[in-house]
Every structure is written in structure tokens, then in C-alpha cells.
């Protein structure tokens, strides 16, 4: 989906942390935002800076463009009602971000309390309003008969356990399951997706002890999640998507397709296969980078950057998978990135711009 001026989203826990970048950057395209957080001081906050973004887009509309509703996203009915006032002022709903989280502080296995102000409030919290805000979220969308992208916000914790806190790896590894079963709601034009970060710092991962930080490398940057978040709303290949990030390999969807080659069921009832994996030790990754030409200039170096690029499988009919393996510079390749090859003049080849740079390369074919 591409985001553009009067879209709208609405994004529980969206006055601090990671919501509040998320609404900020939705903002900065013009989108019309509902904050819901229960926290009113920053909530109103973040509603007033979305407002001011959203000056430079749009003049008087006779409706705020953001909004804040206080909300207890645990409470059944409190998070209809803030959905209905979101539809309400904006008339639809193109995103919506279940972003409010919480840790639960004390171990489940030393807990004598009925965990009503803990663990079962987490769980509340952290996953039942997740599934409440994607039902509520999902029926809006699906009435309207307009697409709608659904974020979950998950966690690294939702893929593998963090043992100091059982119910929070627990909710989110819940989140995760559950966003990735809603993946057929795509043929009703709803794509939902989760957003798996590893330590982002927000006041919930100042609480974390940061030797656990550091052994992982350290905070991701806030724009790197926001991207994260950006890029599963863009693709609309994406449904049912898990976005993993981390400060160690940056932004990889889980399971691999190799992992889920383990245990997809191939139920279709059609003889015809896309492609047919004939070395099937081949690992196919999910990423590749490659040499990009941005801009034209015989110093290769300057000439250059390195792109990260998610390779998009299955490969097509009558296409091969070609691994280019770069084994120097030479003139072919200096000439090239200063544009030489090209004919026409200087402006139609910068217009070129940014292309794919090689010549002095090793060509192997991967995969038909
Ligand atoms: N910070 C991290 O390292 C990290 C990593 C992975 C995932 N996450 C997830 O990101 C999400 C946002 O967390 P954050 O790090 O930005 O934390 P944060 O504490 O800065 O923000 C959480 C927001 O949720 C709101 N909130 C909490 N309970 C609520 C409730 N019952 N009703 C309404 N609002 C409520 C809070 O008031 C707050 O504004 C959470 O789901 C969290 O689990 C965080």
C-alpha cells in the first residue's frame, strides 16, 4: 500500500516509544492519525506534533487531522468505542498499529497474586487487545470494501524465549502465531503482518537489564523499526509476514523459506508447480546485495554504494537465478559507472541513474 495524504491509522499505545514514532512518521506523509493510549499527557503530546506535521500537508479540514482517545486497550468495549470515533472523524480506516505493550515485572512461577494486576493483564494487554484491535480493525476494513494494512507488534521475544520474562515471550510468541494465521484475510484485502524488533530504547526497554542489550549489539536506531513497520505495509506480497530485526543481521523475514518448506502442506488441488526446486540442497537466501551505481563518476568508489535487496522467489517461468560473484574493478567497469556506455546526452544518462554496476564479474546460475 502507498501511503498518501488523507490516508488514515489509528495506533494503540501510540503516545510513547515506538507508536509514537510510528504516528510522527505517518504524519510526516500527510496520514490522518487517532493516538489511543492511556496515557493523556503524552498522548495529547504526540496528537499535537502529528498535527503540526500534517500542517504541511493539508489546510483547513473542519476535523482535527490527529486525534487522541484515552483508552485502556484491556478494556472490552473502550477499544470498539476508539475504533468507532476513528471512523467516525475519518470516515475509514487504511492502518491500523497495535502497538501497546507492557512487561510483566514480576515471575510468573513467584507470583502468589491472582494476576489480575499482573500476568493476566499482561496477557490481556499484550495479546487478547491485539486480537481484539485486528477483528475490530479487519471488520472496518473489509466493510468499507477498501484495502487495509494490520501491524502487529510483536518482539525478537515472540521468536525465541526470554527467560526473565515468561508471559511477555509468551504474549508475543502468541502474536506472532496468530498474525501469521491471518494470512488468507488478504484475499479480502486485509494484509496483516508482525513486527518482530529486537531492543529498541523506548522507556519499556530501559527497564531490561542493557548487559542483555549490549550481548545483542545494542539498541536498534527508532528509523529502523519505523522502516521495518514501513516496508510490511508497502509489499503487498506481505500477508501473514513476520518481520524480524536485529542489530546483528538487520531486517529478515521468519520463518525462512527453507524452514517452511518443513512443514507447508501442499494441499493445492492444481498439477501445475511455479518452479521446481531440482537441487533441493540448494539454500536460496533472502536477501542479497549488490553493487548500485548512484552516481556517475569514473572513482569507482564515489561511483558506488551496496544495496541490500530481498530476492523475490519463486523465480519466474523461463527465468534463471544467477549469483554474480564481483572479482575486481577494471576500465570496462570505470567506464561504465562514469556512464561512457551510454549513448545520448549527459542528462538522459544520469536520468539512468541508479543502475546495477559490473563488468569484471563471475556469473554462476544458481537455481532455473
Ligand atoms: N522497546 C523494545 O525494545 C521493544 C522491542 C520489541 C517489541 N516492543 C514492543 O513495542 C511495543 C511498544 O513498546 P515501547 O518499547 O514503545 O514501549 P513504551 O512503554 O514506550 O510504549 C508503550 C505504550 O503503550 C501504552 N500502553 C501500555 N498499556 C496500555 C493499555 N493497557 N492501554 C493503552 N495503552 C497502553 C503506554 O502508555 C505507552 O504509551 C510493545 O508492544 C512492546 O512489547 C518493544
Known sequence: MELKPGMSALV????????????????????????????EQNGRE????????????????????????????SIEGDLAAAFAKHVDTYG?????INCAGIANKTLVYYDTSDGTRTWRHAINVNFVAVIDGTRIASQIMRSRKKPGVIINIGSAAGLYPMFADPIYTGTKGGVVMFT???????RHGVRVNVLCPEFVQTNMAEQINQKIVHATGGFLKMEEVVNGAFELIKDESKAGACLWITKRRGMEYWPSAEEQRKYLLNYTKSKRTVTKNVFPSIQTPEFYEKIVVHTLSHNFRNATRLDRVRLRLPIEPQSALVKIIYAGVNASDVNFSSGRYFSGSAKETAARLPFDAGFEVIHSITCL
Do not use: W, Y
Request: charged share 20%; proline share 3%.
Open 12 to 39: 494503540t499505545g501510540g503516545a510513547s516509544g515506538i507508536g509514537k514514532a510510528l504516528c510522527i512518521a505517518f504524519a510526516q506523509k500527510g496520514l490522518f492519525v487517532t493516538v489511543v493510549d492511556f496515557s
Open 92 to 96: 475509514g480506516l487504511d492502518i491500523c
Open 46 to 73: 504526540v496528537t499535537s506534533l502529528v498535527q503540526k506535521e500534517n500542517r504541511k500537508f493539508h489546510g483547513d479540514l473542519g476535523v482535527p487531522s490527529a486525534i487522541f482517545v484515552k483508552c485502556d486497550v
Open 180 to 186: 501469521r494465521s491471518l494470512a488468507p484475510l488478504k
